[in-house]
């Protein structure tokens, strides 16, 4: 027989933002919650990944702005480790395309930072039921993002690639940030070239600019 006061079982949830205190901010508001446990939490994309080598997890709260590897490619990699892993992008980036790129990597929420804290509780639990959990001023901006922009043709890799070639990185700096071939980065340059027709850097830093996809953090 179960006691009517027992105990909910707990939702095991992974921080990784590059901020302290961020993460604990977001430790202390989650652990508020009875049927919530934050089992760990990261600075990086590495630690965040090397973990999910060996542990489970019910959701993962994730910034997109994580140094090394980057918040997409983190994403995929937790995907691949662990696949019923539910994953909330909960980031500073606000514009449609962004949100929609996390979306096709895998995202099962997005929240941006200016939300309040309990839409952040409630996007945890609703993830981990399967749901998707939008900011509700990202609801009307997504379906608006559509159309004919150059950098909807491109996966979340090469997304991430075009982003980084638009500030003026050279292929080995990318490569060196993304723990790339020098070779491999350079053929992802050349299909991003041949899908959006911008064939120079500065096409794709006006292109990035138009569409606001530069944050200068990159």
């Known amino acids: 027989m179960i006691a ?19 993460r ?14 934050v089992v760990a939490d990261f600075s990086d994309s590495d630690s965040t990944c090397q973990w999910f080598s060996g542990n489970e997890a019910d959701v993962l709260v994730l910034d997109l702005s994580m140094p090394g590897r980057g918040g997409l490619e983190t994403l995929a990699r937790v ?29 099962d929420g997005y929240l941006t930072k200016s939300s309040e804290p309990d839409a952040l509780i409630d996007a945890v639990r609703r993830v981990a039921r399967g749901e998707r959990a939008l900011s509700a ?5 997504l379906a608006g993002e559509g159309g004919r922009a150059a950098h909807l043709t491109l996966s979340p890799r090469e997304f991430e690639i075009f982003r ?5 990185r050279s292929v080995d700096e990318i490569a060196s940030r993304l ?24 096409d794709m ?9 530069l944050d200068g953090s990159e």
């Open 4 to 22: 009517s006061d027992a105990v909910p079982v707990r939702l095991r949830v992974v921080l990784a933002d590059d901020h302290a205190v961020v």
């Open 24 to 37: 604990t901010g977001y430790r202390r508001l989650l652990e508020l919650e009875e049927d919530m446990a």
């Open 79 to 107: 995907k691949a480790r662990q696949s019923g892993l539910k994953v909330l992008i909960f980031s500073m980036h606000d514009n449609p395309a962004m949100v929609a790129q996390a979306l096709r990597a895998g995202a």
């Open 137 to 141: 001023d990202l609801i009307d901006a």
């Open 164 to 168: 980084l070639l638009a500030t003026g």
């Open 179 to 202: 723990f790339l071939s020098a070779k491999t980065v350079a053929n992802y340059q050349t299909g991003i070239r041949q899908k959006t027709g911008l064939a120079t850097t500065l």
């Open 205 to 213: 830093y006006r292109h990035a600019e138009a569409h606001k996809l």
